[in-house]
């Protein structure tokens, strides 16, 4: 039997975070043994906020490389960049004729963007879920993880497919979302009440995966936490439970057991033993990715083969898409 598909992907919009790890690669590497797995630097997705063009490349080049760190092989997954595959473009296209302005109109991401960019509000800012519904589709994908700020852009993609298949026959497989149970919200350090964010101007909300082991410790110790020095997960306790999430992710240890762990801690001492465990799982996966980004002629092959898997990949959904509408 053919195998499922999964295709997702990371704007290369700053340095990855273990919000992106926690809260998608880490499944992206659970689950690529059971699926066809297509991973993409989402490099167009990135020009919706101005980049300067040597930065974008670098760090482009970066989040490929910290797929691979991350433990997804370059030979069982298709790792590649948006921009080489000229499909994802067109059928972006395609699709905003098939997508309603009020349905674009409510995405929160929009909003939240444009409040941050308000100097840069773009058509491309809007038509953001539209290039991501065309990502998803082309691969006639089955299932797509991604963290939970992605949950509306996902259900927007499937809405736009079953809108496609009920005028033209089935088309495009109506992929379903796979956002986990715990670590897909890691929330930003100094402000749990909003998500970690790669372009957070505020670098210690953030805990970068490049990040030294001193600076992660410096950034947890920092966290805010609240006043009754009680470590237990609930709502009105959006910096401890964050924290305890972080822990229970990188150890692998329940969020009960994680509370456990830290009855007879205060709060500074919790917040130096959530750094350490996250210093010590980041580690093999630093020392990989420093190896992987030093090594300017393997990445070079891995970039150039994958982008010819996935145009080839990509090709049957034009032609049915491109027949389906009547282009001649
Ligand atoms: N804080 C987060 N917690 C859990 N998952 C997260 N993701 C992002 N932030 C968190 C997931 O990581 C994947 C890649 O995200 P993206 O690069 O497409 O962009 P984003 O969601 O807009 O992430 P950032 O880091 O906040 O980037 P900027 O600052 O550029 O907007 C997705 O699966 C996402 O859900």
Not at 131 to 138: G, N
Not at 154 to 172: K, M, P, S, T, W
Not at 184 to 213: H, T, V, W
């Amino acid at each position: 039997m053919q195998k499922k598909i999964i295709f997702s992907g990371m704007q290369a919009t700053g340095n990855l975070h273990i919000g992106n790890w926690l809260g998608a690669a880490r499944n992206w590497a659970r689950l690529c043994a059971e699926y066809t797995c297509l991973y993409c630097v989402v490099d167009l997705h990135s020009l919706t906020v101005r980049q300067d063009p040597a930065t974008l490349r670098e760090n482009a080049r970066s989040v490929l490389a910290w797929y691979i760190a991350l433990g997804l092989d370059p030979k069982e997954n298709t790792l590649y960049f948006q921009s080489h595959v000229s499909a994802h473009a067109e059928l972006s296209w395609i699709l905003s004729c098939y997508t309603y302005m009020g349905e674009l109109n409510r995405m929160t991401q929009f909003k939240d963007k444009s409040a941050k960019n308000e100097a840069n509000i773009n058509a491309g800012l809007f038509t953001y879920p539209v290039l991501m519904a065309a990502d998803i589709l082309l691969f006639q994908t089955d299932l797509v993880p991604v963290g939970d700020d992605q949950r509306q852009h996902l259900e927007l993609a499937r809405d736009v497919a079953q809108r496609f298949n009920q005028v033209y026959g089935e088309i495009f497989v109506v992929p379903e979302g796979y956002i986990p149970p715990v670590g897909a919200r890691i929330m930003a350090l100094q402000s749990p009440g909003k998500k970690m964010s790669k372009s957070d101007e505020n670098l210690y909300n953030c805990i970068f995966l490049s990040d030294s082991p001193d600076v992660i410790i410096k950034k947890f110790k920092r966290a805010v936490t609240d006043s009754d020095n009680e470590i237990r997960f609930s709502e009105d306790k959006p910096g401890i439970s964050n924290l305890l999430t972080v822990y229970s992710c990188v150890t692998g240890r329940s969020i009960d057991q994680s509370v456990a762990d830290f009855a007879q801690s205060g709060y500074g001492d919790f917040k130096l033993k959530v750094g350490e465990a996250v210093v010590e799982a980041l580690l093999p996966y630093r020392r990989e990715y420093d190896r992987l980004i030093a090594d300017t002629a393997y990445l070079d092959g891995v970039i150039a083969e994958a982008a010819g898997k996935a145009r080839h990949l990509a090709a049957p959904t034009m032609a049915r898409v491109r027949t389906a509408v009547g282009l001649p």
